[in-house]
Each structure stands twice: as C-alpha cells, then as structure tokens.
C-alpha cells in the first residue's frame, strides 16, 4: 500500500497550489480519501476528504478556497488550494480509508506547502 503526496512547495499569499495523492496497492474505488495537515507545534487536523460516492468534506477555514476532487481510474485524489493564506503553512498528509467513517488506516509521507505573507 502507498500514498505518494506531490504538489506542495512556496507560495505567496493570495496564490495557489494543487497537491496531489496518487494510491497504489488498496481497491481504491471503496475508499475514502482526506488531507490533513499539521503545522509547526500543533496537531495534525482534517482539511477534506472526499468519499468513494463523491460525498466530501471541507473544514471550516478552507470552505470556498479548497477543492477536493478524485479520478478513480488514475486512484488520485487532488485538492485544489485557492487564496492561500500563511495560516494554511503545514505539511499536508493524504490518507486513506474503507468507508465514510472511523480512522484512516493508510497514510503518506506529507509534502510541505509554505504560504509567505
């Protein structure tokens, strides 16, 4: 199993980013896949996620400057950053798991995203 995260780097304030998660090794199409992030000194917390029938979910801060969107037949998952702000600086995680609900029983490595005022 593999979660490859791709995307993340420097960015200005105001600009955007799309990561990347690209799966391997699991049935894909049966599973949930989020982001999460952690920045320096805090914990590691849901941004999306986006069920195996489309449902998704976007924490508060990111509502209507993130999107989250999966291509099945490629098993990658994407999230679209938008109007980033120095508050959305972390490592970004994807993770991976069966159903809509419960823990996530895969993860990846994280890539950095750096949002500079």
């Known amino acids: 199993v593999q979660l490859v995260e791709s995307g993340g780097g420097l960015v200005q304030a105001g600009g955007a980013l799309r990561l990347s998660c690209a799966a391997s090794g699991f049935t894909f199409d049966d599973y949930t896949i989020g982001w999460f992030r952690q920045a320096p000194g805090k914990e590691r917390k849901g941004v999306s996620c986006?069920?195996?029938?489309?449902?998704?979910y976007y924490e508060d801060s990111v509502k209507g400057r993130f999107t989250i969107s999966r291509d099945n037949a490629k098993k990658t998952v994407t999230l679209q950053m938008n109007s980033l702000k120095p508050e959305d600086t972390a490592v970004y995680y994807c993770?991976?798991?069966?159903?809509?609900?419960?823990?996530?029983?895969?993860w990846g490595q994280g890539t950095q995203v750096t949002v500079s005022s």
């Open positions: 993770a991976a798991r069966r159903g809509v609900s419960g823990r996530y029983d895969y």
């Open positions: 986006m069920s195996s029938r489309d449902g998704t």
